[in-house]
């Protein structure tokens, strides 16, 4: 649970922080196009480490693992997509900008903590088995 509640900490300032820079640069009519993309994006971002991490407690890792990959990137991208045919006024807003910035960074945090998440589990049973061994 620690690398979801990383992810939270950094990402959710982060955009906080962008969504201002946002404001500031593509004009305040087009902070609601930021904000839902930065939600859906923290939303599946979140989802996906929950999936791993639950997966990783009950002993299924490689199911954790690709579950976490499927929803990291399917469910924004599908999300993003259907916003955007069915929405063209967020288009005229840039919302597909804001949500190409935001997918890739909440992709690149949430990659990293997924490794993380592996190795620590990885540490976990190795020690596990060490004293089982024993």
């Given at each position: 649970m620690r690398e979801f509640?990383?992810?939270l900490v950094v990402i959710?300032?982060?955009f906080l922080l962008g969504g201002?820079?946002?404001?500031?640069?593509?004009?305040?009519e087009n902070a609601f196009a930021y904000a839902l993309a930065a939600g859906i994006c923290v939303f599946f971002g979140a989802l996906a480490l929950l999936v791993q991490e639950i997966a990783f407690r009950t002993d299924n890792s490689m199911a954790g693992s690709l579950g976490s990959i499927l929803i990291r990137t399917l469910g924004p991208i599908a999300?993003?997509?259907f916003v955007k045919q069915n929405s063209p006024n967020l288009v005229e807003h840039r919302f597909f900008l804001a949500f190409?910035?935001?997918f890739l960074l909440t992709l690149t945090l949430e990659t990293i903590l997924s490794v993380l998440l592996v190795n620590r589990w990885e540490k976990l049973r190795n020690k596990g088995n060490d004293t089982l061994g024993e």
């Open positions: 509640f990383i992810f959710v300032p982060l201002v820079g946002w404001t500031q640069w593509m004009g305040a999300v993003g997509v190409v910035a935001c």
